[in-house]
């Protein structure tokens, strides 16, 4: 068993929609949830952090974490064409500073206008 | 704009003839990291510096080196490369410890003829 796991997707949605994108994970440890997003031939770009459970929302993008589950999701709202790209989810802990990121496979998301 | 460069964005390489990647950060963050990422999967460490100590992981093949002259440049060697080292490389840093905050260079393209 992976230790992160992501639907590999594509995930098609008309423009305008709200987008749920979800990981779970194995291990317990984690503390620290991330989502990076990736446009094709790009480097990942961290869009959103959030520490232990909880929500937390900037603009039109909510990281939530719900660790009894062990289960995070983004969701987007208002989607946009610009929002096509690849969206990893990442992990870490329980220590930021001696952890590596475990990342998901990614998902791959289209918005068609 | 502070950021993280990497040259060249796409390299083609023969069969074991040793290549070199470069790495440049305007961010004097004292982390750097090393990722290979393969089509459609999770990028995997293969590597990070926190200043001039080295830490490599378990599972990374001898094959790989790195080199870290000083803060703003870290390489990535390949010293006998093989089919199935073809995929994005990708460098990172972060600020101290904080890995759950990274920031990606686009990542170099190797192909391996």
């Known amino acids: 068993q992976k230790e992160v796991e992501q639907d590999p997707g594509p995930l098609s949605v008309p423009e305008g929609a709200i987008v749920s994108l979800n990981c779970t994970y194995s291990?317990?440890?984690?503390?620290?949830f991330m989502w990076y997003r990736q446009y094709s031939r790009k480097g990942p770009e961290l869009l959103m952090y959030?520490?232990?459970?909880g929500n937390k929302e900037d603009g039109r993008f909510t990281a939530q974490v719900d660790k009894s589950s062990k289960y995070i999701s983004l969701f987007i709202r208002d989607s946009q064409p610009s929002d096509s790209a690849t969206y990893l989810c990442?992990?870490?802990?329980?220590?930021?500073?001696?952890?590596?990121?475990?990342f998901g496979t990614g998902t791959r998301l289209q918005v068609f206008p | 704009d502070a950021m993280v460069i990497q040259n060249p964005r796409y390299q083609v390489t023969q069969f074991g003839k040793p290549v070199t990647l470069s790495c440049s950060q305007t961010?004097?963050?004292?982390?750097m990291y090393w990722y290979q990422q393969k089509s459609s999967q999770a990028p995997k460490l293969l590597f990070h510096?926190?200043?001039?100590?080295?830490?490599n992981e378990a599972d990374t093949p001898d094959n790989f080196q790195s080199r870290r002259p000083n803060t703003s440049f870290c390489f990535l060697d390949i010293r006998s490369p093989g089919l199935g080292d073809a995929a994005m490389y990708l460098c990172?840093?972060?600020?101290?410890?904080?890995?759950?905050?990274?920031?990606f260079g686009p990542g170099t393209r190797l192909t391996v003829t």
């Open positions: 990172a840093t972060s600020r101290g410890h904080t890995s759950y905050e990274q920031y």
């Open positions: 291990n317990s440890a984690f503390q620290y």
């Open positions: 959030t520490y232990s459970s």
């Open positions: 990442a992990m870490t802990g329980p220590s930021y500073n001696t952890d590596k990121l475990i």
């Open positions: 961010l004097n963050h004292n982390v």
């Open positions: 510096y926190y200043d001039k100590d080295f830490n």
